[in-house]
């Protein structure tokens, strides 16, 4: 069983910046992705970000050159970067990892951009 715990999230004016958190409790070398979820009201979940143990990183047009994942393994913790904010980007952010096909999920943060 893998628990993923995130923090990070808030309100922050257009063109802010905030970093988002996620504490696995296992350890990440051993998960086959790792990657960054959102969902805004009325809408689908969607990937913003997903690292492979391939070594790759892809994100969705919408966030590249503004949001960057990062990712910590003396702490099995995982980051998004999230520069230059935009209204558009407003939704509940999710940590997920893939364990041997078996995926796993945070309980969300609330990212919200408003003036």
């Known amino acids: 069983q893998v628990q993923l715990v995130e923090v990070g999230g808030g309100l922050v004016q257009p063109g802010g910046s905030l970093r988002l958190s996620c504490a696995a409790s296992?350890?990440?070398?051993?998960?086959?992705?790792m990657g960054w979820y959102r969902q805004a009201p009325g809408k689908q979940r969607e990937v913003v970000a997903r690292?492979?143990?391939?070594?790759?990183?892809n994100y969705t047009d919408s966030v590249k050159g503004r949001f960057t994942f990062s990712r910590d393994n003396t702490k099995n913790t995982v980051y998004l970067q999230m520069n230059s904010l935009k209204p558009e980007d407003t939704a509940v952010y999710y940590c997920?990892?893939?364990?041997?096909?078996?995926?796993?999920w945070g309980q969300g943060t609330q990212v919200t951009v408003s003036s």
């Open positions: 997920n990892a893939d364990h041997y096909g078996i995926l796993y």
């Open positions: 296992g350890n990440i070398f051993s998960f086959n992705a």
């Open positions: 690292f492979s143990v391939l070594g790759t990183t």
